[in-house]
């Protein structure tokens, strides 16, 4: 199976070594998706993007016993951060997102997200790709054989480069050089749509460039 779709309530799926289970937590229409990483001993949590409703999203984490660190934004399109105001001061974590896209937010973030950047949640760990191309402060996020894709990446495209935020060249750059560096074996996560895997986009790269060519 090339790729799979989500379903609500659906059971957690644990990363390649345990390092984290992962829950799909769903943000409203168009299959968008938040994704809810969990240390399975001790319920320490990050929180991928913040779409949607966020009484919805507490309540999955309540429903969870997750006690969130922290939540990382994969860019600032207002997609992204609908229920961010509401979590942000329930939950009372911080928000990272990365300098070029922190003005598009409605509130000031707590950190910023950095090209290498390491995340730690207690035993589990996220690596911080700086990806532009779809928003200048894109970032995609790496953990235990799992990408967290955000806009930069779907299954069967990469995403949309509209101007003045967008810039195909550097999409295809980010794609090409760091993503495309990935094991085939990765599975991909977006933030709309289904999960895939990097082996099943490699071979369309070179389609991809050269239909913007």
């Given at each position: 199976m090339l790729f799979r779709r989500?379903?609500?309530?659906?059971?957690?799926?644990?990363?390649?070594?345990?390092?984290f289970e992962r829950h799909v937590v769903?943000?409203?229409?168009?299959?968008s998706h938040n994704y809810l990483l969990v240390c399975p001993q001790t319920r320490?949590?990050?929180?991928?993007?913040?779409?949607?409703?966020?009484?919805?999203?507490l309540r999955e984490i309540q429903r969870l016993r997750a006690r969130v660190r922290m939540i990382l934004l994969t860019h600032?399109?207002?997609?992204?951060?609908?229920?961010?105001?509401?979590?942000?001061?329930?939950?009372g974590v911080p928000v990272g997102i990365h300098l070029e896209d922190?003005?598009?937010?409605?509130?000031t973030p707590n950190f910023a997200l950095s090209h290498n950047q390491r995340i730690a949640f207690d035993a589990a760990e996220l690596h911080v790709f700086h990806t532009p191309g779809h928003t200048p402060g894109s970032v995609c996020l790496?953990?235990?054989?799992?990408?967290?894709?955000?806009?930069?990446?779907?299954?069967?495209?990469?995403?949309?480069?509209?101007?003045?935020?967008?810039?195909?060249a550097l999409?295809?750059?980010?794609?090409?050089q760091e993503l495309f560096t990935l094991p085939n074996t990765t599975s991909v996560y977006p933030a709309h749509g289904n999960s895939t895997t990097i082996g099943v986009e490699r071979p369309s790269l070179e389609t991809w460039e050269m239909?913007?060519?």
């Amino acid at each position: 199976m090339l790729f799979r779709r989500y379903s609500r309530g659906e059971r957690a799926q644990t990363s390649s070594r345990g390092m984290f289970e992962r829950h799909v937590v769903p943000g409203g229409p168009d299959e968008s998706h938040n994704y809810l990483l969990v240390c399975p001993q001790t319920r320490s949590a990050v929180l991928i993007d913040a779409a949607g409703d966020a009484a919805a999203i507490l309540r999955e984490i309540q429903r969870l016993r997750a006690r969130v660190r922290m939540i990382l934004l994969t860019h600032g399109h207002p997609d992204r951060w609908e229920a961010l105001g509401r979590l942000r001061d329930t939950l009372g974590v911080p928000v990272g997102i990365h300098l070029e896209d922190a003005e598009m937010l409605p509130l000031t973030p707590n950190f910023a997200l950095s090209h290498n950047q390491r995340i730690a949640f207690d035993a589990a760990e996220l690596h911080v790709f700086h990806t532009p191309g779809h928003t200048p402060g894109s970032v995609c996020l790496f953990g235990d054989g799992n990408l967290f894709s955000g806009d930069v990446l779907h299954a069967g495209a990469p995403g949309e480069t509209t101007p003045p935020l967008g810039n195909f060249a550097l999409m295809m750059r980010s794609l090409r050089q760091e993503l495309f560096t990935l094991p085939n074996t990765t599975s991909v996560y977006p933030a709309h749509g289904n999960s895939t895997t990097i082996g099943v986009e490699r071979p369309s790269l070179e389609t991809w460039e050269m239909g913007r060519a």
